[in-house]
């Protein structure tokens, strides 16, 4: 059996993508990055002309696009594939990048359901979040987010995956977080992975950069596991590389 990366909230800043190459001028068309970030458009429901917003703050320039007719919205969380052509320091310490963009794949990104919600009407909320076993092979803070590399058995169909703040648990300024999977008794034929992105700026209370964060998961083994990290706002890092595992893409979730 295939083994686990250790689940790591990463706080430093880390590699962007696959490709060990130097910041420089010496830019090559045979090498390429693969970053998450975020669209930055028009603002209508879909765009045509767009830059990325990378997570460690730098923009990315489309200066060729391989796959024009891509439809993105702005603010659709992606990872982009890409090769930079040059860049163009900015007064923050960050750099637009002029690139050819190779391709772009849809990262699934989502509010935190607080548990007070489900609650409400937990008969059928609480069926409807899961209770399926879930295991995480990667997490770290990044753009705003706590993004996911999550494991899952499946035979094809949809899954639901949540993450759900027990809002009822108060321990200083923590906050608890389970990562919920509703495998809508779709058959363990087969192992696959994705990629999920939950929006934690709102969790943060007001007045305050930071936020400790303890997060459990249930996983095939039957065991409850958990880590912890700290969120801070408007701190750039990148996805660790090996996070990007985007040839073998194989689940379907929402």
């Excluded at 001028?25 to 209508?44: A, M, N, P, R, T």
């Excluded at 750099?95 to 607080?114: A, F, H, T």
């Excluded at 880590?227 to 996070?243: I, R």
């Amino acid at each position: 059996m295939k083994r686990f990366l250790k689940v790591t909230l990463i706080l430093g800043l880390l590699a962007t993508g696959f490709s060990a190459c130097n910041d420089d001028d010496g830019y090559s068309l045979d090498k390429f990055w693969v970053s998450y970030g975020v669209i930055e458009g028009s603002g209508d429901d879909y765009v045509r002309d767009y830059s990325i917003r990378l997570d460690n703050g730098s923009r990315l320039l489309i200066s060729a696009n391989l796959i024009p007719g891509w439809p993105v919205k702005d603010g659709q969380r992606v990872i982009a594939n890409y090769t930079i052509l040059g860049d163009s320091p900015r007064m923050d310490g960050t750099k637009d990048y002029y690139v050819r963009l190779n391709m772009l794949y849809d990262v699934l990104s989502k509010d935190v359901v607080k548990q007070s919600f489900i609650d409400e009407n937990s008969e059928v909320r609480e069926d409807s979040i899961g209770h399926d076993p879930i295991d995480v092979a990667e997490a770290w803070f990044g753009g705003g987010f706590l993004n996911i590399t999550f494991e899952i058995l499946h035979g094809g169909a949809t899954h639901f995956i949540n993450l759900v703040q027990d809002d009822a648990r108060i321990s200083g300024d923590s906050v608890f977080l389970t990562l919920r999977h509703n495998a809508y008794n779709d058959p363990q034929a087969h192992r696959g992975f994705g990629y999920v992105s939950f929006d934690l700026v709102p969790l943060v209370p007001e007045g305050k950069t930071e936020l400790p964060v303890r997060l459990t998961w249930e996983g095939y083994d039957g065991k409850t596991h958990s880590d912890t990290g700290t969120f801070k706002l408007n701190t750039a890092v990148t996805a660790p590389e090996s996070a990007l595992r985007l040839d073998e893409i194989a689940t379907s979730v929402e």
